[in-house]
């Protein structure tokens, strides 16, 4: 009987500090909000912190910039659309940085998601105002949800100047560059 009221009173002291616990984890994520998180996209409900913020616009910007810098503003914000909707996909990494970065092994051959980060290795921020423009778009895309109706799906593109055979389904073409989306 003793042994039995001893088991009882560890468990019920377990259960009273579990819910201590959990009742402190809540108070916590409570008192940080949302205001320090910025929801970047929409479908997964993906967040960045604050404190990544600026990170985040950097690889966003960089990415816009070489692959659209003198594209029209539709150009770079379809680019920066592609680049969201990769992080909204099972397929690629679930982060902004990871997606623009994200190389891959085919063939004993390293290929790069975005081919400029194979080809160059300089990462450094432009100053110049092609840059200017590809980072005022690039946080238009990812702080005020600017995004356009025909590129919801928009997982690929490439240059109209190159043919690759993807097995994609083209969508649209905008400045230089012919957009696609997965067939699956």
Known sequence: METTIKTFNRLLGLLLL??????????KLESIGNDN???????????????NVDRTLDCLAMNIYKEAGGEPFEGKVAV??????????????????????????????????????CE????????DKQYEESYAIAKKVLLEGFRLDSLQDALYFHATH????????????????IFYRSRT
Request: aromatic share 10%; with cysteine.
């Open 80 to 117: 920066a659309q592609v680049t969201l909707n990769r992080v909204d996909h099972p397929a690629f990494p679930k982060d902004i940085c990871a997606v623009v970065y994200q190389k891959n092994v085919i063939m004993e051959k390293v290929v790069c998601q975005f081919s400029w980060h």
């Open 18 to 27: 579990a819910f201590v616990v959990n009742a402190i984890i809540n108070f």
């Open 37 to 51: 998180f910025v929801e970047v996209t929409k479908k997964q409900k993906s967040y960045v912190s604050v404190k």
């Open 162 to 177: 190159v043919n690759p055979r993807w097995p994609h389904e083209r969508i649209t073409t905008i400045g230089n560059h």
């Open 120 to 127: 160059s290795h300089n990462t450094k921020k432009p100053k």
